[in-house]
């Protein structure tokens, strides 16, 4: 402890302030007042039928608050009290006038708590705000990359989600769900520019295509996922919080036309096919100075080449097994989920020294995700462990074909950040103990190793029990959100030449190209491309003798310059236009692709080079 305080950053503080200012929340509490104290902020809601009922208990609680601090030595500055009104009555507001230590305090018609909350929760200052904040932002990324030039599109877009969309979903999951969708809008432009600057398409490209070669959610998308999330780890709180509380409460809709975050995070759920329990929150954390010396970790068989055959990894693995203690307890884990995101089942199976085995079925959730299924096959194995009566000679040998897993609990106990991770390595010292060792090894999926055949067919029969009870982690229930929110978007498509080349999937991904072929590749899918006559034409940037610009595609003056048979749409570049013939037979067979077969990045890139050389080839002609 220091005499002059505690140093910035400790995580004293806040615990020391909340013991000192606890009997500050029981002055404030009181009928229609609700206190919300953290380290140093106090703020107070107080409700009430009429305007005049409300400004009371706002008087008494500052009052209290006076009182109190006055009785601790405090002073309060009243010239500092910020005071808001919510109301749809713009003469409430008017009205709304305490006195803080002999000051007075007229409401404001926005208040800043991190979130800037405005007298109607419609957001719009605080949205307002944001787009200020994030528009140098936006500059320095686009000092990043240029048509030619710059980083490549995946650090553009990670610089992109951290940078600029970070600042954009501050405690989105709160406001977003509630704001007006005229103020998104302005949250939204931003975004499209970040687009725009990762994918180099000009300003005129559909939004819905821009977004999806970017790879960014819309932020439609985004508030569904957010609010799933919020009320998700509402509900996982303990009984009692005052989150949860509210979390699980109905309250009648303010606006018809708004819905907050429980009634859109309860609708995202239901569209997802979501359904309660949910995993509690993380128990108390393992301390970090607890020993681990008696668990040791192998990620590997030995060397082992890339792409090596079953037999030559069933042949690697059993030759390292056989290294392992013999005389032990074995446990063979796995874990199965269907399509990797649902029905999930963990299996496994325990071999004693006396040769005799045992089975364990266990149900991992109706949503689940193939790591999650190993995890609880993982923890199921290792509590029973804890249960039966073992040698404390006898060894354990845990083995697994979850590389993620094995990862995830090398990392030590105080490193694991969900409830599975935890009750293993608590399970793991529990047998561990008395000096027992305890050697977790992965083991090749697939290849013939008996023990892991045996556990992915108990897994696989797990998966059919009943999964009604089993909870869903906040994890699994924020993806499958996002993932049916992700097929609503692709859904709202609009048609058009995009829909119809990408089928309804997300686009596959650039990667390995420079920056320029990069860009030809977004702007000939996304439909707008810088090197079509078509399109320069009309936007009037190459205007002709006979005409200055137009959208007429019959126009002489839009027809492709290689075989002036037709516009140069990105339609004519990657199907049809016969000097791009040969190319199109050479890269895929035939000179007459189907669309499925022109969406794939490098046949895009080879047929976007080849029409710009082609076009720089008929520049140079006289």
Known sequence: MFRAGLPQGSVLSPYLFLLWAADLAEALRAPGTSPYIYADDTAVLCSGNTIEVARGRAQTAADALVAWAHHNKMLIAGEKTQLLVLSQNARDAVRGTIKVAGKTVQAKDTLVLGIELDRRLQFGAHCRRLRKRVRPRLAHLRRLGGRSWGLDEDALRTVANGYVRGALEHAAAAWLPAAAPSHVELLKRELRGAARIITGCPRSTPTHALMAEARLAPMEERGWTLAARLLGRALALPPGDPLRATAEASAPARLASVRGWRERGRLAWEKAGVALPVEPVLPPRIPPWRQTSGVTFRMDVGPLRAGAAAAERERAAALHLASLPQCAVWLWTDGSAAGGVSRGGAGAVLVWPDEETEELRVPAGQLCSSYRAEMVALVTGLETLTQRDIDQDLPIVVCTDSLSAVATLRNGPAAQTSPLGVAAWRAMFALSDNGRKIHVQWVPSHCGVEGNERADRVAREAAELPQDSVPADIR???????????????????????????????????????????????????????????????????????????????????????????????????????????????????????????????????????????????AMLP
Do not use: K
């Open 476 to 618: 699994t229930i924020t993806r499958a959100v996002a993932r049916a929110a992700r097929d609503d978007t692709v859904r709202a498509w609009p048609p058009g030449w995009f829909r119809s080349l990408m089928g309804g999937r997300f686009p596959p991904p650039v990667a390995g190209l420079d920056r320029e072929r990069a860009v030809d590749v977004h702007q000939l899918r996304a439909g707008h491309w810088s090197g079509s006559r078509a399109y320069l034409h009309r936007i009037g940037a190459v205007p002709s003798v006979g005409c200055e610009g137009c959208r007429d595609e019959g126009c002489v003056a839009a027809r492709c310059p290689l075989c002036n048979e037709e516009p140069d749409t990105p339609a004519h570049v990657l199907l049809r236009c016969p000097a791009l013939m040969r190319l199109r037979h050479s890269t895929l067979g035939h000179i007459h692709p189907r669309l499925e077969e022109v969406r794939e990045t490098s046949v895009v890139a080879a047929l976007a080079a080849a029409a710009r050389r082609f076009q720089s080839r008929l």
